[in-house]
């Protein structure tokens, strides 16, 4: 993985907008072209690796579905572990489980009991920060079990919706910010 930040990318240019979707007034950040791109997807994931080398990071956790797709690659860029967060009824074996508020109501997200034993330091990744929900959900889950956040990752984040506020005080980097 070769990118970094003056490799060319303009990576905010691979990131389309669906307005009107999933519903009337919404304005959808679709990152599929990124994904497209061999390029894109190579500097997106040197860049989340290059912010969070020096973080000794022991796990990345990341939401399904999204942040399954960078989360697992960033994982394996860092020499460290992969935590899948599932929707519930997904996860065979003991979970835990934290809700999180949407926009249209609740979900939750569940991870093995075991996931984050033994004091492990953990990067907390998904595509898309906007409210930062999902990701306090994941933090929540990591300290509950007896890890440690050592920061938040995201590709896409939308500052209008100041989810850096819930996330507070942990560090949150992103690559590409829309107000």
């Known amino acids: 993985m070769g990118a970094n930040a003056d490799d060319g990318v303009d990576l905010r240019s691979f990131v389309r907008d669906i307005p009107d979707f ?3 007034g919404i304005l959808f950040r ?3 072209p990124l994904l497209l791109s061999p390029y894109a997807l190579d500097a997106a994931v040197a ?3 290059r912010f969070a080398r020096d973080l000794e990071i022991d796990l990345v956790v990341a939401a399904e ?3 399954f797709i960078l989360g697992g690659a960033l994982a394996r860029a860092l020499g460290a572990g992969f935590v899948p967060a599932r929707k519930p009824g997904k ?3 003991d979970t835990v489980s934290a809700e999180y508020t949407l926009e249209y ?3 939750a997200l569940e991870v093995h009991a075991d996931a984050f034993s033994g004091g492990a330091r953990v990067l907390i ?3 898309l920060l906007a409210t930062g929900g999902t990701a306090h959900a994941l933090a929540e889950l990591v300290t509950r079990l007896g890890g440690e956040v050592a920061a938040c ?3 896409v984040e939308l500052r209008a919706f100041d989810g850096r506020t819930l996330l507070a005080p942990n560090v949150v980097h992103s690559l590409i910010a829309f107000d």
Request: net charge neutral.
């Open 22 to 24: 999933p519903r009337a």
């Open 30 to 32: 679709d990152i599929t």
């Open 47 to 49: 860049r989340l690796t």
């Open 65 to 67: 579905a999204r942040g």
């Open 91 to 93: 996860l065979p074996r």
């Open 105 to 107: 109501g609740l979900d």
């Open 125 to 127: 990744h998904d595509d």
């Open 153 to 155: 990752a995201f590709l």
